[in-house]
């Protein structure tokens, strides 16, 4: 039996989280499917962190990112980088994932290569062509060159049919990210920062922090660090652990207003495994990420949402997260409420994920052999 050639195509930390499950399924199945790892390391230090927690080796590493890159610069040199990696394999698909540029980019190579595309946690919207900028408009350009839509959810797959996408080329799958998260975290993990290890979460109300969205960039970060501040003079219980993004401009607003300030630990990055599992001590999040949205229901976090609109709708809906943008009264009457009323924080904490199930990966790549008939078995959908 002749085998299939699948081709894996990402280039940021958020994508090698979501598609490792993936890889690490497809490559259960090496009797008919060759599986080949592309990265185009649109970001660099933070991919390879997750390439070597999941212990997985790229076949093709374009090395693309450069020091102030623009997307004119990761949109052309991964275009260029893909076109020699696809004259030497010519795979038979190729998978991409989520709304990054690597992501549109990708689906572009394989589409000017004439080579089908899958697309993981397809079907996102916002409706906003600029918010998120750019992920918005990578998520439909990705979508309109994809042959197989793998769509998280039930509300990811109607947008796809509203856009006028076949039914049976959406595929409901339940998110990846969901079965990365329970293969990393663990309840006796130790934190190789020390300060992680010694912070009393049982008797401290520990509020994690994320920011990073260039539309947030300026006064709306500094309104939602002063509603932080005031929180921290009104409950003397909490404490605010903030892993600082490395953008110049975010750690600049981040240093003049919450610096040196009494129980705010601003901490470098984490790596993927630390980080979800210091998600799962924390007691509120505070995020503008997309991924964590679907990360942090699934250990039972609320999550007040740093954004006016959100490409995961499924999370309001449930309750598992609340828009709450970035003026000051907003976010600090959001976060008092669930630092306040037990009740509304149990509902919160206590709903049903609609993200997945931990068995994403299986659906994907069960979906992939269906229909190359490698497999009689008809794959399930996910019910979000």
């Given at each position: 039996?002749?085998?299939?050639?699948?081709?894996?195509?990402?280039?940021?930390?958020?994508?090698?989280?979501?598609?490792?499950?993936?890889?690490?399924?497809?490559?259960?199945?090496?009797?008919?499917?060759?599986?080949?790892?592309?990265v185009?390391?649109?970001?660099?230090?933070?991919l390879d962190?997750?390439?070597?927690?999941?212990?997985?080796?790229?076949?093709?590493?374009?090395?693309?990112?450069?020091?102030?890159?623009?997307?004119?610069?990761?949109?052309?040199?991964?275009?260029?980088g893909?076109?020699?990696?696809?004259?030497?394999?010519?795979?038979?698909?190729?998978?991409?994932?989520?709304?990054?540029?690597?992501?549109?980019?990708?689906?572009?190579?394989?589409?000017?290569?004439?080579?089908?595309?899958?697309?993981?946690?397809?079907?996102?919207?916002?409706?906003?062509?600029?918010?998120?900028?750019?992920?918005?408009?990578?998520?439909k350009?990705?979508?309109?060159?994809?042959?197989?839509?793998?769509?998280?959810?039930?509300?990811?797959?109607?947008?796809?049919?509203?856009?006028?996408?076949?039914?049976n080329?959406i595929?409901?799958?339940?998110?990846?990210?969901?079965?990365?998260?329970y293969?990393?975290?663990?309840?006796?993990?130790?934190?190789?920062?020390?300060?992680?290890?010694?912070?009393?979460?049982?008797?401290?109300?520990?509020?994690?922090?994320?920011?990073h969205?260039?539309?947030?960039?300026?006064?709306?970060?500094?309104?939602?660090?002063?509603?932080?501040?005031?929180?921290?003079?009104?409950?003397?219980?909490?404490?605010?652990?903030?892993?600082?993004?490395?953008?110049p401009?975010?750690?600049?607003?981040?240093?003049?207003?919450?610096?040196?300030?009494?129980?705010?630990?601003?901490?470098?990055?984490?790596?993927?495994?630390?980080?979800?599992?210091?998600?799962?001590?924390?007691?509120?999040?505070?995020?503008?990420?997309?991924?964590?949205?679907?990360?942090?229901?699934?250990?039972?976090?609320?999550?007040?949402?740093?954004?006016?609109?959100?490409?995961?709708?499924?999370?309001?809906?449930?309750?598992?997260?609340?828009?709450?943008?970035?003026?000051?009264?907003?976010?600090?009457?959001?976060?008092?409420?669930?630092?306040?009323?037990?009740a509304?924080?149990?509902?919160?904490?206590?709903a049903?994920?609609?993200?997945?199930?931990?068995?994403?990966?299986?659906r994907?790549?069960?979906?992939?052999?269906?229909?190359?008939?490698?497999?009689?078995?008809?794959?399930?959908?996910?019910?979000?």
């Amino acid at each position: 039996m002749q085998k299939i050639k699948v081709m894996t195509i990402f280039g940021t930390r958020p994508e090698a989280i979501k598609m490792s499950p993936v890889i690490l399924e497809l490559f259960k199945h090496s009797e008919v499917i060759e599986t080949f790892v592309t990265v185009t390391a649109q970001h660099r230090e933070m991919l390879d962190q997750v390439l070597r927690l999941f212990k997985i080796q790229p076949d093709f590493d374009l090395n693309i990112m450069t020091q102030g890159q623009t997307l004119f610069d990761i949109t052309s040199r991964a275009l260029g980088g893909l076109h020699g990696v696809f004259e030497r394999v010519n795979p038979n698909i190729v998978f991409v994932h989520g709304d990054t540029t690597t992501t549109f980019v990708g689906a572009l190579a394989a589409f000017y290569n004439q080579i089908a595309v899958a697309h993981v946690e397809a079907g996102l919207r916002t409706g906003n062509k600029y918010s998120p900028f750019p992920e918005e408009m990578n998520r439909k350009l990705t979508g309109a060159l994809t042959d197989l839509h793998f769509a998280p959810t039930d509300t990811a797959k109607n947008n796809l049919l509203n856009e006028g996408v076949a039914q049976n080329k959406i595929f409901v799958t339940g998110n990846t990210v969901i079965d990365a998260l329970y293969q990393t975290v663990s309840a006796d993990y130790k934190f190789s920062d020390e300060l992680l290890n010694k912070i009393d979460y049982e008797h401290k109300r520990i509020i994690l922090v994320t920011t990073h969205r260039r539309e947030n960039l300026g006064e709306p970060l500094r309104q939602v660090y002063r509603a932080l501040k005031k929180l921290l003079e009104d409950f003397a219980d909490v404490e605010i652990i903030f892993p600082v993004h490395k953008n110049p401009r975010v750690r600049e607003i981040v240093n003049s207003e919450l610096g040196n300030i009494e129980r705010v630990h601003l901490i470098e990055p984490l790596d993927y495994e630390p980080f979800a599992n210091l998600m799962s001590r924390a007691h509120l999040i505070l995020t503008d990420s997309g991924g964590i949205q679907e990360e942090a229901p699934a250990l039972g976090k609320p999550v007040l949402v740093l954004r006016d609109t959100t490409e995961r709708p499924e999370a309001v809906i449930a309750e598992t997260v609340k828009l709450v943008g970035t003026e000051l009264e907003k976010v600090y009457g959001a976060a008092k409420v669930l630092l306040t009323d037990s009740a509304e924080y149990k509902k919160m904490a206590t709903a049903k994920n609609p993200y997945g199930d931990g068995r994403a990966a299986k659906r994907i790549v069960q979906t992939l052999l269906w229909k190359y008939n490698l497999s009689a078995e008809k794959p399930e959908s996910f019910n979000s």
